[in-house]
Each structure stands twice: as structure tokens, then as C-alpha cells.
């Protein structure tokens, strides 16, 4: 089974700063990672697929990179709608997600 | 607009079974891998079951394997989730998800709102 290992478990930022959140998988997952925003009390929801690949209508403040198997969402000028919890997803075996970045403004 | 509306979720002894049920509407139901996943509360997210377009072609982690069967009517664009035997630790909200296409090696494009299920004598 492949293993996400999402970092920081929690994060604080002010308004305006940019911020990174990293992801690292057990073994070369060939790009095949996803990134999801879950907002307090909703679904999560689709921001990045193929590792860079921004979804329909997600801000282009947001941004995916990485290869084998280190990856990073990056999120530019933060935005208080942008408070929320992140998770990274392995679809190149099967399905896995990290355990997941709560970020809260500073 | 694609919609998932989960149903079916509520309180359950330990051991005792339930069937979840995901209405989809807004595509074409039958041309699309479906998944659950769910989440514990407080929690991360766990995949938790993906089936093929035909349903001819399951997919389960080891943590529900053999306890849980998923199954879909593509005659009535619906998604199911019986879930048998079931354990204080499956307690979560479970969301009935879409994958890309009818592609496996996908993520999940879409998302329902999610039915809760508590497991607690």
C-alpha cells in the first residue's frame, strides 16, 4: 500500500502570505496526486489534479508541483476564504489520502 | 450540475448492517467510476470503495474488505454502500464521490454532501 505523508498537520498564516503545504509518497506515484479543499462543516472539494493541473474555477493563487514522490500545493496572497483543511491524494495504486493540513490565519 | 445526494446514514449497533444510497444526477451515470469515502469525525479522509462502470470490477481497502460491498443501478443513476458487521470505528460521514471518468487511475472529481453513520450500542 502506498503511504501520504502530508506536512504540517496545522498551519497559520497572515493574510497575504504565501503558503506551503508538502506531501510525500511511500514510493514514485508518477504524478498521479490530487489536492483537496475541505471548508469547516462542507464536502472537499477538487483543486488540483495531475500534481499541477488546476481544476475549473479554482483561483490561479493556488498551485501544484512535485514529481516521484515529493509534491507541495502552494497557495500565493492568502485569502481568509482560503481557511480551510488540505488533503493530498494518490490515485496511481489504488486510493490514498494524507492525513491532511489545517490552516487557520494568524 | 452534477449532484450527489447520499442517504441512508443514522445510528447503528455494533455488528448490525446498513445500506447507504448516493442519487446522482447532472451526467451520465453510467459512464463514470464511483466511490465512497469516508471520514471519522475530527479526521482525515479514507477511501473507502470504488466500483467500474459496468460495476463488474470492485475495489475495496483491507480495513473494510469483505464487510462492505459496493454497487450501483445505472438504470437509476444510483450508487450503494451495503455495509455489514459493522464496528465502532466505522462510524464517520461517508460521501458518495465521482471519479474523473471511466478511468481507475483517477481522482475524484465530484463530491456529495455526505450521510453520517454512527456505530454505538
Known amino acids: 500500500d502506498i503511504q501520504m505523508t502530508q506536512s504540517p498537520a496545522s498551519l497559520s498564516a497572515s493574510l497575504g502570505e504565501t503558503v506551503t503545504i508538502e506531501c510525500r509518497a511511500s514510493?514514485?506515484?508518477?504524478?498521479?496526486l490530487a489536492w483537496y479543499q475541505q471548508k469547516p462543516g462542507n464536502s472537499p472539494q477538487l483543486l488540483i489534479y495531475?500534481?499541477?493541473s488546476l481544476a475549473d474555477g479554482v483561483p490561479s493563487r493556488f498551485s501544484g508541483s512535485g514529481s516521484g514522490t515529493q509534491y507541495s500545493l502552494k497557495i500565493n496572497s492568502l485569502q481568509s476564504e482560503d481557511v480551510a483543511s488540505y488533503f493530498c491524494?494518490?490515485?496511481?495504486?489504488?486510493?490514498?489520502f494524507g492525513g491532511g493540513t489545517k490552516l487557520e490565519l494568524k | 450540475e452534477v449532484q450527489l445526494v447520499e442517504s441512508g446514514g443514522g445510528l447503528v449497533q455494533p455488528g448490525r448492517s446498513l445500506k447507504l444510497s448516493c442519487a446522482a444526477s447532472?451526467?451520465?451515470?453510467?459512464?463514470?467510476?464511483m466511490a465512497w469515502v469516508r471520514q471519522a469525525p475530527k479526521k482525515g479522509l479514507e477511501w473507502v470503495a470504488t466500483?467500474?462502470?459496468?460495476?463488474?470490477?470492485?475495489y475495496y481497502p483491507d480495513s473494510v474488505k469483505g464487510r462492505f460491498t459496493i454497487s450501483r443501478d445505472n438504470a437509476k443513476s444510483s450508487l450503494y454502500l451495503q455495509m455489514n458487521s459493522l464496528k465502532s470505528e466505522d462510524t464517520a460521514t461517508y460521501y458518495c464521490?465521482?471519479?474523473?471518468?471511466?478511468?481507475?487511475?483517477?481522482?475524484?472529481?465530484?463530491w456529495g454532501q455526505g450521510t453520517l453513520v454512527t456505530v454505538s450500542s
Open positions: 464521490a465521482r471519479h474523473r471518468d471511466s478511468y481507475a487511475h483517477s481522482w475524484f472529481a465530484y
Open positions: 447532472g451526467f451520465t451515470f453510467s459512464n463514470y467510476y
Open positions: 466500483i467500474s462502470t459496468s460495476g463488474s470490477r470492485t
Open positions: 514510493e514514485d506515484i508518477y504524478s498521479n
Open positions: 495531475d500534481a499541477n
Open positions: 491524494q494518490q490515485y496511481n495504486n489504488y486510493w490514498t
